[in-house]
């Protein structure tokens, strides 16, 4: 009996780490997962830095604001350039550039003289590094593992950001507490070594990029047009796109829950965020092991659902313990809904707009997260944080439910384009294997 569980368990690991087969992923997945652990040490470094420098609400939102408008503007550029140029090479300067702007930030730091102002353009230059990276990193992703894997590497990439995030605050906590903010910042300078050696390590075909005919207005264009006619695609769009706007700017204002609600430092700033990367990294392990799509459609709007009542009741804690638990239930199901949601999208769209429509993925996660920011930081400003939070838990729930009502014809239309998502053969690319 036990020798039948054993490997009852160990079929269930290798199917939860089945991408990892593919040595061009496992070398992207490892090498992220420094990369990324850097960036969050730098996120809880920089957010406690500007709120020792400030006191202010409104400049943690204006500080988010400036680091995710630029997506709002760029994403959709980033999306043209993905599918007319080598995703590689492009995630390949875009890695080096984020590297020198940790490096600044670090020496500024350091050197005892940054300002909230530079912070603010340093912010804003991430930013627009950002833009141009996040459609071609998603969508590089296929590349790596071809369809068959595709779910599951999305999962996996997902667990690679929330493993970073668990590890990440809490390193900074720490960090910034004995040493300040300026070695946060620096380490992620270094952290960006691992991938660009790792990009530097893989075996890909040396095939130029698929270069669609017309300009890059017109590839726009069809963009746009592909995703306003197709139901399925630009509701999923628009439901993640109305979470960042009201559920993700929980995380902006979270300093001031450590400080004022709790009681805490930046070492309770870093259990809380640490708390989301747990939940989020529990969700992005349970939807790695599964296999088929269908479903995902009611996983995400669960998981709205879930976001908005965690916010409320998150909203009216005031104990360390209770709200770290209900942080953790927010991260699970804000991963969730955006894993799933990623997964139902790259496999519905054929692969000469996938880079634009993961462009408009980043749009609606990252580039709508700055409105959303901009004004928890000036409704906080005046009715108080937990009360920002309560409001943005409420409508989460509204916009669960009028998903929901409309999910079955929503899954009627997306039937025919899953199918034929799945039934898809290769994409470009070289999926290197072990075998």
């Given at each position: 009996?036990?020798?039948?569980?054993?490997?009852?368990?160990?079929?269930?690991?290798?199917?939860?780490?089945?991408?990892?087969?593919?040595?061009?992923f496992r070398i992207y997945f490892l090498?992220?997962?420094?990369?990324?652990?850097?960036?969050?040490?730098?996120?809880?470094?920089?957010?406690?830095?500007?709120?020792?420098?400030?006191?202010?609400?409104?400049?943690?939102?204006?500080?988010?604001?400036?680091?995710?408008?630029?997506?709002?503007?760029?994403?959709?550029?980033?999306?043209?350039?993905?599918?007319?140029?080598?995703?590689?090479?492009?995630?390949?300067?875009?890695?080096?550039?984020?590297?020198?702007?940790?490096?600044?930030?670090?020496?500024?730091?350091?050197?005892?003289?940054?300002?909230?102002?530079?912070?603010?353009?340093?912010?804003?230059?991430?930013?627009?590094?950002?833009?141009?990276?996040?459609?071609?990193?998603?969508?590089?992703?296929?590349?790596?593992?071809?369809?068959?894997?595709?779910?599951?590497?999305?999962?996996?990439?997902?667990?690679?950001?929330?493993?970073?995030?668990?590890?990440?605050?809490?390193?900074?906590?720490?960090?910034?507490?004995?040493?300040?903010?300026?070695?946060?910042?620096?380490?992620?300078?270094?952290?960006?070594?691992?991938?660009?050696?790792?990009?530097?390590?893989?075996?890909?075909?040396?095939?130029?990029?698929?270069?669609?005919?017309?300009?890059?207005?017109?590839?726009?264009?069809?963009?746009?047009?592909?995703?306003?006619?197709?139901?399925?695609?630009?509701?999923?769009?628009?439901?993640?796109?109305?979470?960042?706007?009201?559920?993700?700017?929980?995380?902006?204002?979270?300093?001031?829950?450590?400080?004022?609600?709790?009681?805490?430092?930046?070492?309770?700033?870093?259990?809380?965020?640490?708390?989301?990367?747990?939940?989020a990294l529990g969700g992005a392990v349970a939807l790695a092991s599964r296999r088929?799509?269908?479903?995902?459609?009611?996983?995400?709007?669960?998981?709205?659902?879930?976001?908005?009542?965690?916010?409320?009741?998150?909203?009216?804690?005031?104990?360390?313990?209770?709200?770290?638990?209900?942080?953790?239930?927010?991260?699970?199901?804000?991963?969730?809904?955006?894993?799933?949601?990623?997964?139902?999208?790259?496999?519905?769209?054929?692969?000469?707009?996938?880079?634009?429509?993961?462009?408009?993925?980043?749009?609606?996660?990252?580039?709508?997260?700055?409105?959303?920011?901009?004004?928890?930081?000036?409704?906080?400003?005046?009715?108080?944080?937990?009360?920002?939070?309560?409001?943005?838990?409420?409508?989460?729930?509204?916009?669960?439910?009028?998903?929901?009502?409309?999910?079955?014809?929503?899954?009627?239309?997306?039937?025919?384009?899953?199918?034929?998502?799945?039934?898809?053969?290769?994409?470009?690319?070289?999926?290197?294997?072990?075998?």
């Open positions: 009996m036990n020798t039948t569980e054993n490997k009852a368990k160990g079929s269930r690991l290798r199917e939860v780490g089945r991408a990892l087969r593919h040595r061009n090498s992220m997962l420094v990369s990324f652990t850097g960036t969050w040490m730098q996120r809880v470094a920089q957010s406690w830095l500007v709120y020792r420098l400030t006191g202010s609400a409104w400049w943690l939102g204006m500080i988010g604001f400036a680091g995710q408008i630029p997506v709002f503007v760029l994403a959709l550029v980033g999306g043209v350039l993905a599918d007319r140029y080598r995703r590689y090479r492009l995630i390949l300067l875009t890695q080096t550039l984020a590297m020198i702007q940790a490096l600044v930030l670090a020496g500024l730091t350091l050197s005892g003289h940054v300002t909230v102002s530079a912070i603010f353009a340093l912010a804003l230059l991430l930013g627009l590094i950002n833009a141009l990276d996040m459609p071609a990193r998603q969508s590089f992703v296929v590349e790596l593992v071809g369809r068959e894997d595709l779910m599951n590497a999305i999962a996996l990439n997902s667990s690679v950001v929330n493993s970073a995030r668990i590890v990440g605050p809490a390193l900074a906590g720490v960090f910034v507490a004995w040493l300040g903010e300026g070695l946060c910042f620096l380490l992620n300078g270094l952290s960006y070594v691992a991938i660009i050696v790792g990009l530097l390590r893989m075996r890909l075909h040396d095939s130029p990029a698929q270069r669609p005919s017309g300009s890059p207005l017109t590839h726009l264009r069809e963009g746009f047009a592909y995703v306003r006619g197709t139901r399925p695609i630009r509701a999923l769009l628009l439901l993640l796109a109305f979470v960042s706007v009201c559920g993700f700017p929980y995380m902006v204002l979270m300093p001031i829950f450590a400080d004022r609600i709790l009681g805490g430092g930046p070492r309770t700033l870093g259990i809380l965020l640490g708390a989301a990367g747990v939940g088929q799509v269908q479903g995902l459609g009611r996983i995400v709007a669960l998981s709205v659902a879930t976001t908005g009542v965690t916010l409320l009741v998150f909203s009216f804690s005031r104990t360390l313990l209770l709200s770290t638990i209900l942080v953790a239930v927010i991260g699970c199901a804000l991963m969730l809904q955006m894993a799933a949601s990623n997964t139902l999208l790259q496999t519905m769209v054929v692969d000469q707009l996938r880079g634009r429509v993961m462009s408009f993925y980043s749009l609606s996660l990252l580039g709508m997260a700055p409105f959303g920011s901009l004004g928890a930081g000036v409704v906080a400003a005046h009715i108080g944080a937990p009360d920002t939070v309560a409001v943005g838990g409420a409508l989460c729930l509204l916009a669960a439910f009028l998903f929901g009502v409309r999910l079955p014809s929503l899954q009627r239309e997306a039937a025919p384009l899953l199918l034929r998502g799945v039934m898809a053969g290769e994409p470009p690319g070289e999926a290197v294997t072990d075998d």
